[in-house]
């Protein structure tokens, strides 16, 4: 088991193009390791720190560096680890089971393409960040739910937009990211309610 292939997938900020890189499982827990972008700028690296890694992959979603700690055990066995953008908690890298990261990875070209295709990817980017720290306020007090009684939300973020979308039944809200009166209006809510599937 000393020699299981792990895969490595993520999306590089600059050139846009997804980066996959495969790994021993001993050959990651020997050393630190860097996957390069083939155009030569975004790099992820992953360094054993006693039981954890230190990750610092390069954003395809926001374009930042993220770092993040990742347990060891995650990242050499089983279906490993995916981490996600702390801007627009999208998912950003793959580390693990090579079917999963491929598959995966597909994934993240594919919404990485729809990003490119609306070409400024918010309307007003001051607006959509005031509009993600006010959500990232009210869920983080619990402020969202489902009628189905659902609790907290994933979210996923486009041009005029952020769709708020329930854990357990699918059910979406739309918060529209715009203007400052969508902002106004979202700054009075506490709580918001996901009106559930349908
Ligand atoms: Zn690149
Ligand atoms: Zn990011
Ligand atoms: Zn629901």
Redesign the pocket.
Known sequence: MSEETRAIGYI??????P?YAERTAFALSAAAVGVV??????ELTAEPAGDTYRITVPCGVCGGDHRAEVPAKKLLRGGGVALACPQTRQLCCYIGDVYRVEAALRDLEIAAEKKKDNEDPFVDSVIMYEVLSELKEITARDGVSCVCGGRGCSMEVSGAAVDLICPDCGGRLRVPAATSEDLDRLCCQYTLTIRGRG
């Open positions: 590089c900020p600059d050139c846009g193009k980066v972008c083939a155009c030569g700028h975004g």
